[in-house]
C-alpha cells in the first residue's frame, strides 16, 4: 500500500500476502513439505522484492528505532504495529485491503469493501494471536517516557515517507500510546 506501489509491486506483494496467509500457519504447526517450505521461500522472495521497489510504510518506520533501541526483532515489532497501521491508512488503503481479505475468502461479494477490508486486518490480528505475537508494546518492554525519542526517529525514515496517509508526530504519538 506504500506510495511507491505499483502494478508490478501489487503482484508481487499480494502472492507473497496470499501465500504467507495459506502456508504459514501449517508451517508453523507441522514439519511441512518441501512444497510448503519451497511456497514459503517464494512468498519470501516476492515479498522482498515488492518492498525493496515499493518501500514501506509507518509500520516498519517506528519498528525499526523500537528494534534498535530494544533489541526486539524488527518483525515482531512489525506485527504487534500492523494491524493499528491498517486502521490509520484505510481511509486510502482499503480497496487493497478488500482485495487481499476476497482473494483469502474471508468475505462475501456483496459487503462493503470497506466491511471486506476490517475483515482482512480482523484476519491479521487472528494470525498475530495465533503466532503468540503480543498485542501491546508494553508487552515488549518499551517505556512510554520514549516515545518523543522513537517518533523523531520514525519521521525521517523513508519508510514512514512511504507510507500511503501522510502521518505527523502527533499521531505517531497516538499510535503508540494507543498500542501500549
Known amino acids: ?6 502494478a508490478v509491486t501489487d503482484t508481487f506483494a499480494r502472492e507473497a500476502a496470499f501465500r504467507f496467509a495459506k502456508d504459514l500457519p501449517t ?6 513439505s518441501i512444497e510448503l517450505r519451497e511456497s514459503l521461500g517464494l512468498a519470501s522472495a516476492l515479498g522482498g522484492v515488492a518492498l525493496a521497489a515499493a518501500r514501506l510504510g509507518v509500520a516498519h518506520g517506528l519498528a525499526h528505532p523500537i528494534g ?14 500492523l494491524p493499528m497501521v ?5 481511509s486510502v488503503a482499503y480497496v487493497k485491503y478488500a482485495r487481499l481479505a476476497g482473494e483469502l475468502h474471508l468475505t462475501r461479494d456483496e459487503m462493503d469493501p470497506f466491511d471486506q477490508a476490517a475483515e482482512f486486518i480482523k ?3 487472528t494470525m498475530n494471536k495465533s503466532f503468540k505475537i503480543p498485542s501491546r508494546l508494553r508487552q515488549l518492554g518499551i517505556p512510554q517516557e520514549d516515545f518523543d525519542v522513537l517518533v523523531e526517529a520514525a519521521l525521517s525514515s523513508g519508510s ?3 507510507n500511503p496517509r501522510e502521518v505527523k508526530a502527533f499521531e505517531l504519538i ?4 494507543e498500542n501500549w
Open 123 to 125: 484476519f491479521i490480528m
Open 160 to 162: 514512514t515517507k512511504a
Open 86 to 90: 491498517m486502521r490509520f491508512n484505510l
Open 1 to 6: 500500500t506504500s506510495l511507491g506501489a505499483n
Open 27 to 32: 508451517a508453523l504447526t507441522q514439519d511441512g
Open 174 to 177: 497516538n499510535f503508540l500510546k
Open 68 to 81: 534498535v533501541k530494544y533489541g526486539v526483532p524488527h518483525g515482531k515489532v512489525c506485527a504487534v504495529l
